[in-house]
Structures are given as structure tokens and as C-alpha cells.
């Protein structure tokens, strides 16, 4: 398997509307790593109205560069919060996208 993900509601309760997403690659899929979008697209057809990655190494700059393009912001940057082997604690990154018009899921 060269890459493999998660999708599913962040939180019981309130927080289930959005959506939680966890994508692994193998470095030898990393040039094809474009082709995860579509788990993107499934959000909206569970009702989730959003998708966030809780955790992403901020020091991962091909997937954070790889998020943004697909629609992604940082929201939230906790200092230190994870560990890397080589350089150590880094800093890890709340990315968060609508997957619906904002307006739109104001109410749904």
C-alpha cells in the first residue's frame, strides 16, 4: 500500500459536523499525493459541512504546501506539540477547510 487515509466525524456531539481526516503517503507516492483530494470531496456527501486535520507536522512542507493548495488554512499552531526524530519537538498545525458554502452550513 503506498497510501491510505481516515474520515470521520472530529467529535462526538457538537463537534461531529465536522469532519476529522488523516492522510499517510509513501515517499514514493508523494509525487501522486494530488490524488487524495477526492477523499475531500466525501465529506459533503456525509452532511459534514467541513474537514480539519487536528495534527499535521508543521515541518512536513510538502504536505502542508499540498493542503493549502486543496483549500486548506491553518488555524492553529500548537507550539512543540509533536515530536520528530531528527530535529525534535515541532510544531504542529490545526488546517481546517469548508467543504460548503460557510454560509450555507450555517444551518445545516
Known sequence: ML???????????GGARVACAAYV??????????????????GPCGG?????????????????ALW???????????PRALYHPLPGPVDALVMH???VDPAAARNA
Do not use: C, E, K, T
Not at 49 to 64: K, T
Open 25 to 42: 503517503a509513501h515517499v514514493a507516492a508523494r509525487h501522486r499525493a494530488g490524488d487524495g483530494a477526492p477523499f475531500v470531496r466525501r
Open 48 to 64: 459534514l459541512p467541513a474537514m480539519q486535520f487536528n495534527f499535521d507536522m508543521a515541518s512536513n512542507h510538502v504536505a502542508v
Open 97 to 99: 477547510r469548508w467543504l
Open 3 to 13: 497510501d491510505s487515509y481516515h474520515l470521520r466525524a472530529n467529535q462526538a456531539g
Open 68 to 78: 493549502q493548495a486543496l483549500g486548506f488554512a491553518i488555524v492553529g499552531r500548537p
